[in-house]
């Protein structure tokens, strides 16, 4: 009798995670980008990044504790990572009450309409994104002048508009050149966008720490990467001057954002590795399509919004092998 078992449900492995700690690495792997931000874009990007974190916070404290009815977890840094990434998604000049706006779409409609975390279907973000998007698409798309490190009262376009507009009124390829960024520039940051646009080198120096830290895998982020890449250099060699170098794709709007950041989303991705190169390709494949052919020069919004509907339906087809199974 001194041999007894214990059983009980799963799991039956403990570990010091916590959802909190994850959350938290997530916020610390978006510092550097959102410091270089704030430089480049002075106190307007500070200014929109503070709106929209405690508006998110606000608005989940209020809708659980008085009309869910339970007790609130602004604390475990969910709200904080999607008012930051709101704030990523949006121009430095955006008006406040907007960004009050979206906030409220995000964390109302985008997550807690679903039940809160890890029952949302829809990365809440981009939720909010696409409904200020579609609502104020003026706002949203009137970028601010970059004049000597001051972001001055004008409007211009971001490299991708400015190859749109291009290309829809026929001019070709290497003239639109001329009047866009450099790669070193793409990368450094060193051209018009929004908060999460400009700073490509460190958003992917973030995604490393995440990578280091466990918080997330390669697969979304490289599937999704590789096959916009892919895409945009066999239409690039079909017709140069048609369609711009891959490098473009890569470095300008956002896909870094959307591929290391929201993608990877571990709610409204898939769980499987395989089922999240699956998932990371059709976000490329849609990203590029809309940019190419689609009347918007953005697409990576809409692609992680469309495949975010796909994650069951992949989850299901793409499950892991059961232990003692054929």
């Not at 406040?96 to 979206?102: D, F, K, L, Y």
Request: charged content about 10%; glycine content about 10%; hydrophobic content about 50%.
């Amino acid at each position: 009798m001194s041999n007894l078992f214990t059983v009980s449900p799963s799991p039956h492995v403990h570990s010091a995670e916590t959802t909190s700690k994850i959350m938290y690495r997530v916020v610390y792997a978006m510092i550097p980008a959102l410091l270089w931000s704030v430089f480049v874009f002075g106190l307007d990007a500070l200014r929109v990044t503070l709106i929209a974190i405690v508006a998110c916070l606000a608005f989940e404290y209020v809708i659980q504790k008085y009309l869910m009815k339970i007790k609130p977890m602004i604390t475990d840094g969910s709200a904080l990572i999607t008012g930051i990434l709101l704030a990523f998604n949006v121009p430095a000049n955006l008006p406040w009450w907007i960004i009050i706006i979206g906030a409220l779409a995000a964390v109302g409609i985008g997550k807690l309409s679903f039940g809160g975390l890890g029952s949302n279907i829809f990365n809440p973000a981009l939720v909010g994104r696409v409904f200020l998007l579609i609502s104020f698409p003026v706002q949203m798309t009137s970028w601010p002048v970059l004049s000597e490190g001051e972001v001055d009262g004008l409007t211009t376009a971001t490299p991708l508009g400015i190859i749109k507009e291009g290309l829809t009124s026929g001019t070709p390829v290497s003239q639109i050149a001329q009047d866009l960024p450099s790669s070193t520039d793409m990368l450094l940051g060193q051209m018009s966008g929004s908060l999460g646009e400009i700073s490509a080198l460190l958003l992917i120096l973030g995604g490393v720490y995440m990578l280091i830290k466990k918080v997330i895998t390669w697969h979304i982020p490289v599937s999704v990467i590789v096959t916009v890449a892919a895409i945009a250099a066999l239409f690039w060699l079909i017709d140069p001057e048609r369609y711009v170098n891959p490098i473009y794709h890569i470095l300008t709007g956002g896909l870094m954002l959307g591929a290391i950041y929201m993608a990877t989303d571990m709610v409204t991705s898939p769980m499987t590795p395989k089922g999240q190169l699956i998932f990371g390709a059709g976000i490329g494949i849609i990203t590029i399509s809309i940019r190419m052919f689609g009347a918007y020069p953005e697409g990576i919004s809409f692609a992680i919004l469309i495949m975010n509907a796909f994650t069951p339906l992949i989850n299901n087809y793409v499950k892991p092998k059961r232990f003692g199974g054929n």
